[in-house]
């Protein structure tokens, strides 16, 4: 199973930014979702497995931009601008295969992270 290990959450205030990691063992198709307490797990961005193509929740095109590093099986979610209401676990989620589809289901992917929680302040 493909390894996933989150990190750079924290907290901000309402309008700043954070950048979060997501190293894998392996080079896959990420996505990110995030969960809030009581909410359901949602998409946020993803990227596929060499970088071809990305796909974002409307609510975040212009604000977060997803990235990867792929001598590092690395991928990034830089995320500018937040928002009170982005407060949630930040999941990166994997999927090992070579095709340009980018799925923003969470049952769709193979392997996950352990999370990291991302608190904006108001």
């Known amino acids: 199973q493909v390894q996933l290990v989150e990190s750079g959450g924290g907290l901000v205030q309402a309008g700043g930014s954070l950048r979060l990691s997501c190293a894998a063992s392996v080079r896959v198709t990420v996505g990110w979702f995030r969960q809030a307490p009581g909410k359901e797990r949602e998409f946020v961005a993803g990227?596929?497995?060499?970088?071809?193509?990305?796909h974002y929740k409307d609510s975040v095109k212009g604000r977060f931009t997803i990235s990867r590093d792929n001598a590092k099986n690395t991928v990034y979610l830089q995320m500018d601008s937040l928002v009170p209401e982005e407060t949630a676990v930040y999941y990166c989620?994997?999927?090992?295969?070579?095709?340009?589809?980018?799925?923003?289901?969470?049952?769709?992917?193979?392997?996950w992270g352990q999370g990291t929680q991302v608190t904006v302040s108001s």
């Open positions: 990227i596929t497995w060499n970088g071809g193509l990305t």
């Open positions: 989620e994997g999927k090992a295969d070579t095709l340009q589809i980018i799925w923003p289901l969470a049952n769709k992917y193979d392997s």
